[in-house]
């Protein structure tokens, strides 16, 4: 069973960045689309930002113009990051990755997450 494993979380001050990476443990075909989803302690996950095959971006209106999400130039190797600028505490969060195909061999994948602690 292949597992996208993520890394590069941490406990950072406020105003701080992070960079967070996440790649397959095995190999896959391309992912359509691949992202970043948080979830705080008592809420629900939520997007963060994703990027499709062609590089398209979607962000969440509270992470947009401080995150950046982008993906290996080689598509077959299915890694993706998250460059994170002026964290602020409410970008806490366990943040786990997603890697998505919708066409033939089609899957959905998600990471275990890793810990993303922003002190004021």
């Known amino acids: 069973q292949v597992q996208l494993v993520e890394s590069g979380g941490g406990l950072v001050q406020a105003g701080g960045s992070l960079r967070l990476s996440c790649a397959p443990s095995?190999?896959?075909?391309?992912?359509?689309?691949m992202g970043w989803y948080r979830q705080a302690p008592g809420k629900q996950r939520e997007l963060v930002a994703t990027?499709?095959?062609?590089?398209?971006?979607?962000?969440a209106d509270s992470v947009e113009g401080r995150f950046t999400i982008s993906r290996d130039n080689d598509n077959a190797k299915n890694t993706v990051y998250l460059q994170m600028n002026s964290l602020k505490p409410e970008d806490t969060a366990v943040y786990y990755c997603?890697?998505?195909?919708?066409?033939?061999?089609?899957?959905?994948?998600w990471g275990q997450g890793t810990q993303v602690t922003v002190s004021s």
């Open positions: 095995g190999s896959i075909f391309s992912a359509n689309a």
């Open positions: 997603n890697a998505r195909r919708t066409a033939i061999f089609r899957y959905d994948y």
């Open positions: 990027i499709t095959t062609s590089g398209n971006t979607n962000y």
